[in-house]
């Protein structure tokens, strides 16, 4: 089986190591030698460097997908222009295509796994979503008999690590952002990972798995971690949470909730202790309960390590057919239906409010009256003591499960209130039970 | 695909129900219709209880086996008595065996394995490890590209869940043991659970799985939970650690060691976190470093939903061969190689030690310098300082990293002295790092 790699950056370099580290280990997996015969990347000689003399390096990708020499290619340039042309072209050639490419499955997969499909040939994305996780292969075989009642993450590597120091080293957003960047945990243009926009890629996918719904990333709502207070990660705390930028997709019984934002879970759950750059994916199916999945989100070998899964998969099953067992998005491609998809406005939560108020008598009256005559209890509530003179108190609170929309009432008129001195803020809390 | 049902107890029940109710949702992924069609239970009237007059329920499993209009069995009666000779049968008359037995893997794996080989059909068992953990497929497929390093679980929920009882509510093991009995947790004969035979016949297993080597239990190293005292739960988790009931199974370069023993983990590791019932697996591979698996490790429906995961597998590939694209145990067959196996002296650990002594002056002394003799250091020592008249105080410790043999010499020293009041406690560490 000969692999043609696309593009030897992080992930093609570590893709190209695990293959020749391991041929052996796979070998004994497979029965089948699975090697690179030829590499496309636009700087010959820095790949020459890294894989010597014995395997042909050529600039231009086109002459790779052409090559006889190639059963499978493997896309590791990323972006959806030329990477989208690429890996339509070589499905087109009748190329077995692995790719680790989040946003071009997250806004070209139909038409690239049709495009699989009647060429009988495999597109494979199992590196697409939370690095090394084999969760691809968990929602799409290994919880089968499940319907899947929701899906939550961590599956940004960078905003987790940002996170983590904001809360254990009691950073502010953009100290710890920047410690990210010095250690390559984060970009020089970090905002697809502290926007949210990588994370919803990857939920996006995970979602039209889960539930059988077409692959529809207009539809995410996403809030990012850049305007995150470090106040409210250590009010957070006291109320018995963490806050993660969690990706979210719920199924009801004919809507769908898909949304990336900052979130606080119980600190006792599991995923509430994924710290650093790790990923984790929660998935709660109707019949095992909640499971979870944990591993290195990002990082070369690790994302290597699901590229070659794949490759290893196609390779077993080209023994006796090119096509996919499994359906590219784990339903029959005829099964696949569009369920309605809730405005944030519409999803239910219970949320964390901060306010800055000015302290005066009956103000907390004033405050608990908006929520009960809106019929929204408060769960919790905290008045935290004045230290200082010119300072005014912070009051945190935990509201009942409402609709988003009921709770942005109760944030206009408190904010309308004469001693209201700022934003208020909003998070959303998920229990994840 | 038509599906016979040996034993509708737990299990049993929950597969059909998960078959039953999830029709659908199976038949929306696989478009194939995945029925019952034949049960077979020494009690007939109970069985027709549960699914109605729709299906006929034979009380010789031997029918079944023979039946035309079964293309799966399904043996969920447990044991390696009929259990085995209705297998093997099936298998010999060409039928798919999906089992949730993990003793009958773990003891006659290699046999049944070749029947199902010879007979091309397949023999699935991922409900035997883990419970509804896809783990078994994440070992085989989603980690196949990595040479593993090492495996490390908690797969016994009874023990785990004894466990949790006696660290949070500071139970002794009889009380949590009888609490777990009550609650359904442990069974009326919990021997197998409590003395680690369940975790070791898992273990051994995911042994062969992750290194390519014959599944061999007489080789495993097993030491139960019956005989730990609370007190070195709390003294544990003075110095940082949990105590959890772990199966771990090393690879080192030409030599494996698997053993299921109680032991302390660092407290900040996620799998020191799993409490109650439920099940986690870490596994450690070359290329993707440490990740991470967590579920229900037991009950009706998370056992049955990895039961169908395994049919639902079967039933996708029947599409075009009736034999498994993946080798039974992960490796090709011919693959399969021993490895020297390490007796539990000779493996490399940590330890903690409890010493019951007298409290006479130089007895810190005394002990430091049979450390010192044998060239071990001490990573951490706790002097309790003694609260009544009449106790003798508990000195508890951590050690270097040594062979088995070397610490159990300094043990036999230390009880040797005057001073020693009582057998010295001994567990061992993981770092799991």
Excluded: C
């Amino acid at each position: 089986m000969n692999v043609g790699l696309i593009g030897v950056g992080t992930v093609g370099g570590g893709t190209y190591k695990v293959l020749t580290e391991n041929f052996q280990e796979i070998f004994h997996k497979t029965g089948i030698e699975i090697k690179v015969t030829l590499v496309a990347d636009k700087n010959v000689a820095l790949a020459k460097q890294l894989v010597g003399t014995s395997i042909p390096v050529v600039s231009d990708a086109l002459e790779l997908i052409d090559s006889k020499e190639v059963d499978i290619v493997v896309e590791l340039i990323g972006g959806t222009g030329i990477a989208k042309d690429l890996v339509k072209q070589a499905l087109l050639n009748g190329k077995h295509v692995v790719t680790a490419n989040k946003a071009l499955i997250a806004l070209h997969g139909k038409e690239l796994f049709a495009a699989a499909e009647n060429n009988n040939v495999q597109l494979a994305y199992e590196a697409a979503v939370a690095g090394g996780i084999p969760i691809i292969k968990a929602l799409r075989e290994g919880l089968a008999a499940n319907k899947i009642e929701w899906v939550a993450g961590i599956i940004n590597g960078t905003t987790n690590y940002i996170l983590t120091e904001m809360k254990e080293n009691n950073l502010s957003f953009d100290v710890a952002l920047k410690q990210a960047q010095e250690l390559g945990f984060a970009e020089a243009d970090p905002t697809f990972d502290i926007e949210g926009v990588d994370a919803a890629h990857k939920i996006t996918i995970m979602a039209s798995i889960a539930f059988g719904i077409p692959i529809n990333f207009d539809g995410v709502f996403v809030e990012g971690i850049s305007n995150l207070n470090q106040k409210d990660i250590t009010y957070a705390e006291e109320l018995g949470y963490r806050i993660k930028l969690l990706a979210i997709a719920k199924s009801e019984q004919d809507s769908v909730e898909i949304r990336v934002h900052p979130t606080l879970i119980p600190e006792k759950r599991l995923v509430a202790n994924v710290s650093g750059p790790m990923n984790a994916v929660l998935v709660k199916g109707n019949m095992v309960g909640p499971t979870l999945y944990y591993g290195a989100g990002a990082g070369a070998e690790p994302t290597a390590s699901a590229v070659v899964a794949d490759i290893i998969d196609i390779a077993r099953q080209s023994k006796i057919s090119t096509k996919s067992l499994i359906p590219s998005l784990g339903f029959m491609p005829n099964q696949i239906k569009n369920k309605k998809l809730l405005a944030i406005e519409e999803v239910w939560s219970e949320f964390y409010l901060r306010l800055t108020m000015e302290n005066k008598s009956g103000l907390l009256a004033k405050i608990t009256n908006i929520f009960a005559n809106h019929k929204i209890s408060i769960d919790a509530l905290v008045h935290k003591e004045v230290q200082e003179d010119n300072q005014d108190p912070d009051i945190f609170l935990v509201s009942s499960k409402v609709q988003e929309h009921q709770i942005n009432k109760v944030i206009k008129e408190i904010e309308a209130l004469p001693e209201n001195k700022d934003k208020i803020i909003k998070l959303r809390i998920e229990e994840l039970k």
